[in-house]
């Protein structure tokens, strides 16, 4: 199945830094180029120690794992896992999944170049196996079956992916490791289980503390004076005691306009204050003035599946007359007064 090992320039070989292309069985793949950013990862360390232990190989014979970072929209999934390829080290290549996503973009793409001939892009996830790089799969959950498909050999033992575009196996390079985020949203598609068990283990990215919260909001924001940092800090542990989803992103958000609105007129300055409650409501709604309010509506929303399940709750409907904890005639008519 692997005739690719051979070939002096797929993975054994190493291509150096600077290389632009790869030749995978005589078809020349062009390189991606690896996301740079600074990726500093603040507070929860344990979570970064996880993600590490994941892409560890403790023998020659052993095989890196590809974990599922799950949590709420802008909680810090993405950041953590380029902090993570940060500390080792490796190129990181970032692929943003989408619902039409399709199995070639994941992999190889033909493009028509200037004469004439089709030229075979690698995509980012295509480029970290050839390099030895890590890929983050960003909101994993958004890609349908059919390309997912596609990455079940990468992610067992066989380590390779087909490109049928372009006609060629490819292997990936011992090197390379991936994680995959999970927005936990609705907008999303339902991966199927042998999918599922190939992306392990999960780990769930939680919110920061107090403190940890102020250290994220000062290092994005070093610029913001204290007051309107703590006020942010404020609203969002609240929001978090409360089960909300208001995160960090977005109180990088609604200050970073609560900011610019202060700074927008020196000669008449908004109040911070003002400005603040202003960047609160653009950026969040109304609602977010009354996280308490939120909160249980939240949780009338969500009331039925809060209730706890009995034993017999397996076996019987709620309104079945055999149930043994249904309410007796008395109760029904309480309920329905
Ligand atoms: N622990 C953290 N350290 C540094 N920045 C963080 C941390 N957590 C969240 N952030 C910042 O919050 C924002 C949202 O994080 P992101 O990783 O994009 O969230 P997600 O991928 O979960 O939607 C980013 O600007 C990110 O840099
Ligand atoms: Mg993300």
């Known amino acids: 199945m692997n005739s690719i090992p051979e070939n002096p320039s797929n993975p054994g070989s190493q291509p150096s830094d600077v290389a632009t292309h790869v030749e995978v069985d005589g078809v020349r793949l062009k390189l991606a180029q690896p996301y740079e950013s600074p990726g500093r ?14 892409w560890i190989s403790v023998d020659p014979a052993d095989l890196p794992l590809t974990p599922r970072l799950v949590g709420a929209p802008g909680v810090g999934k993405t950041q953590l896992a380029i902090a993570a390829a940060k500390a080792q080290g490796r190129p990181l ?3 943003q999944c989408t619902a039409d996503t ?5 992999l190889v793409t033909p493009v028509l170049s200037q004469n004439g001939e089709i030229a075979y892009h690698a995509s980012p996830l295509v480029t970290a196996m050839l390099r030895g790089g890590v890929c983050v799969l960003d909101e994993g959950n958004r890609m349908n079956e059919k390309s997912w ?32 985020t999970m927005n936990q949203d609705e907008s999303t598609f339902e991966i199927p289980d042998y999918i599922m068990s190939r992306l392990q283990p999960t780990l769930p990215v939680g919110f920061p503390n107090k403190q940890d919260e102020m250290a994220i909001l000062q290092y994005h924001l070093p610029f913001a004076e204290p007051e309107m940092l703590a006020m942010t800090v404020e609203f969002l542990q ?7 989803e208001f995160s960090p992103r977005d109180g990088i958000n609604l200050l970073r306009y609560a900011l610019k609105r202060i700074a927008q007129d020196p000669s008449h300055p908004v109040g911070r204050d003002q400005a603040w409650q202003e960047a609160l409501k653009s950026c969040l709604g109304e609602e977010a003035f009354d996280l308490e309010q939120l909160s249980q509506r939240k949780s009338r929303t969500l009331g039925g599946d809060a209730v706890p399940l009995g034993l ?9 007359p055999m149930h043994p904890d249904r309410d007796d005639d008395e109760d029904d008519e309480e309920f329905n007064v």
């Open 149 to 180: 498909a596609s990455l079940a050999p990468l992610f067992d033992n066989r380590r390779y992916v087909e490109s049928i575009v372009a006609g060629i196996v490819i292997d990936a390079h011992p090197e390379f490791r991936a994680a995959v």
């Open 238 to 244: 609240r929001s978090h005691q409360l089960k909300l």
């Open 93 to 95: 290549f970032i692929y």
């Open 41 to 54: 990862w603040i507070g929860q360390g344990e979570i970064l120690q996880q993600l590490l232990a994941c």
């Open 312 to 320: 017999a709750d397996l076996f019987f409907d709620p309104d079945d």
């Open 102 to 106: 399709r199995p070639e973009d994941l």
